[in-house]
């Protein structure tokens, strides 16, 4: 039995931008995914994917060795498995060559309407497996910047950025002395992050300026000393996206009474938005509650430090 953990994903800064060389701080979650690799009785590759709560939402078979798709119960995601085992074989040719039968297990430690990562998580792990490239993983089924797998291998907050020549990562030292007064608000609903992508390429022109805004912007994320700096700043971050891609702020759209600065997360209008808060955590968690929200996680609850 050999098992794999990878981490979720939450990008702080950086959204959208970040594919075209922005400067973006992310955040690893201490909940992720796992990859267990398993003896079988039956021939070919069987693969079970189980949610949070040891369910059962996807079962496939693929051939050994080409991996390709036989049967499963959603052919959407069978077609995504095989887009990443057709990477993974034109990387490694011989990969499971001399096996006839193998079992794998995937367990989310997450609900996957949260959007933090449950493709990337996978896409990870198969990398890890298979001893390949994710980011070549990445490119040739998934797309995107790539922070989201650069999380998943890391084991705190990271600063990433995309150049022309490849991926920049290092880990970063974002460990906030106000980090008790930020909290992450799940808003009920799974973001289509490449729907996302979409509307940024259509709108949001040209980009130089807005690049370098949003990198000074993360720098300055870094450094900052208290919370009234750092609210600063991702205000100024999140109306310089809102008019870039010409979307409304989302504490103007769904929070307009709050008392602290309320940010979107990755994909605008869906899945998490931080909000910082000088009240005590129970006002905080409440006032979203009320607002039919429930979850609504501290940053130590949520974020891996290392």
Not at 59 to 81: A, C, H, I, M, W
């Amino acid at each position: 039995m050999n098992t794999i953990k990878a981490q979720g994903k939450l990008l702080l800064s950086g959204e959208y931008f970040v594919l075209d060389g922005a400067l973006a701080l992310a955040l690893p979650t201490r909940l992720g995914q796992t990859l267990t690799v398993l003896p079988s009785d039956n021939d070919g590759l069987k693969w079970t994917s189980l949610d949070v709560n040891g369910e059962e939402w996807f079962n496939g078979k693929f051939d050994l060795p080409t991996l390709s798709y036989q049967e499963g119960t959603d052919e959407q995601v069978g077609k995504r498995l095989t887009e990443m085992f057709a990477s993974i074989k034109k990387q490694r040719p011989d990969f499971l060559k001399d096996i006839k039968k193998i079992a794998v297990e995937t367990k989310l430690e997450f609900p996957r309407k949260w959007g933090l990562g449950s493709s990337s998580t996978l896409l990870f792990a198969l990398a890890k497996w298979s001893d390949t490239d994710p980011y070549q993983i990445l490119g040739e089924s998934l797309g995107g910047s790539g922070y989201d797998i650069a999380c998943a291998g890391a084991d705190g907050p990271i600063i990433f950025q995309r150049h022309q020549d490849g991926i920049m990562t290092r880990p970063s030292h974002f460990d906030p002395s106000f980090k008790n007064h930020l909290y992450f608000v799940y808003l009920g609903k799974k973001q289509d992050s490449r729907e996302g992508i979409r509307l940024y390429r259509e709108k949001a022109g040209n980009l130089k300026q807005q690049i370098n805004h949003i990198t000074v912007i993360t720098q300055r994320i870094l450094s900052a000393t208290t919370l009234n700096e750092f609210q600063r700043l991702i205000e100024h971050h999140e109306r310089l996206v809102g008019n870039a891609l010409g979307l409304p702020l989302v504490k103007e759209a769904l929070f307009p009474d709050y008392w602290g600065c309320v940010k979107s997360l990755g994909a605008w209008g869906g899945d998490f938005v931080m909000a910082t808060s000088n009240r005590t955590p129970f006002e905080t968690r409440n006032y979203f509650v009320e607002k039919g929200l429930e979850t609504c996680l501290s940053y130590d609850e949520l974020i891996l430090t290392a």
